[in-house]
């Protein structure tokens, strides 16, 4: 019998941006754009865990995803 040696993760980004006014997301490009170019500061930082493969299938059920997307070649 063979094992799934297969490996999941989970990277969690974090933005932080520092501003004068209230600052609104739109998206993740409009964020990126205003730090490099617009009137905000930001400070962008990643941690990234290896996951059990239970762990990932409730993640992404958790995220409205289907564990097929992941798992359909299992």
Known sequence: MS?????????TITVEVLSDFPYSVLDLSQVDYDIKFGEVSGQISE?????????MEQALIKQGSDPDFIFCGE
């Open 3 to 11: 094992q799934n040696k297969q490996k999941y993760y989970r990277t």
């Open 47 to 55: 941690q990234c865990e290896e996951i059990t493969r239970d762990e």
